[in-house]
């Protein structure tokens, strides 16, 4: 999230991706951020008809894991440097707190409920609160031996406990293995994905997961695939349900990450150069989303449209949504939001290390000859 819900190079040009740019995971993200656009619009439609609920429990299945694993993919450069904090500091944590406000001013004015402090991340701003947790891992996932089973003990282990509301602890706990499998990710596994025989298996993959959420769908509970309650706090078993439960999913929803990978062109297609601009299509849709509930939309497709027209209307608009967020002019309205200008709010890293500088001056300059 550079981040899975990356910002452009350049939000005043609409500049095609530069050569260094891996058109697979470009196209991987737009694909991915349309699946989140659609599950947020048909969600309030999920009662209507089977159909609207199979797919819902379908895309979340996978949609936020795999923007996760790419998500550490494309952070194994974070050092914990003065430029990558910088750099953290305003494309994650200043937009959160923007976001914050703005979808709690959004709550307040739809009537809905709103957490006790900005540190109890509201609707989607879970994933920047999770990224910057992340984030600042980085350094240690890549200084122990075998982070990959250790990320999945851990995250097996905190099911265990309750972990409360802030910052989402639960869902960065639960889906952390997916961060850290992106990490240790190398470009030869991504090419192991174009091979003939997995392309046919990931198509196996998702058909057998749709035909999965169909056929069972009645029987499952979306908590285990919003990640956002360890088994303690759904007052559930740790054996014999609760642990293989979360275990299952998390097999399922890398299964189907690969599966979208290998399935994902890996060409330059015409949403390539999109893939750059997946935060303001992350961060802005849920606007729309809120304000279309507000103005009836939902009320209003279902009785005059019939519901399954509904919902492939309703799919339709929040794909050309999608698109929409992504034009230069709507970059232009809501850079100050989405990308902000908070320089002002840092320290001269210049000067932040002048004083550490002036107290090893003595030490480096030696011993204090005798007599003095």
Known sequence: MATTIDRPHDVRADRAPGPQRDALLDNAKFLLIVLVVVGHAIEPMTDDTRLADALYYWVYLFHMPAFVLISGYLSKSFDASGRRIDKLLTTVAAPYLLFWGLYALVSLSTGRDLPDSPLEPLWLTWFLAALFVWRMTVPLWNRIRRPFAVSVAVSLLGGAVTTGDVLDVSRIVSLLPFFVAGLVLQPHHLDLLKQTWVRVWSAGVVTV?????????????????????????????????????????????????????????????????????????????????????????????????????ALGITALLAVAASYLLCTPWVRRATAWAVEPRVRWALRDRGAASAPAAATAAPAEAGPVPAGR
């Open 209 to 309: 997961t749709a035909a999965m959420c169909w056929i069972h769908l009645e029987t499952l509970s979306r908590e285990w695939v919003y990640w956002r309650q360890s088994i303690v706090d759904r007052d559930m078993e740790f054996l014999p349900v609760g642990l293989p439960g979360r275990l299952m999913f998390m097999v399922l929803a890398f299964a189907l990450t690969a599966a979208v990978l290998s399935l994902t062109p890996r060409r330059t297609t015409h949403f390539t150069r999109l893939g750059a601009l997946t935060m303001y299509v992350f961060l802005l849709h849920g606007l729309l989303v809120r304000g279309a509930d507000a103005l009836g939309w939902y009320d209003f497709a279902g009785p005059a449209l019939g519901d399954y027209a």
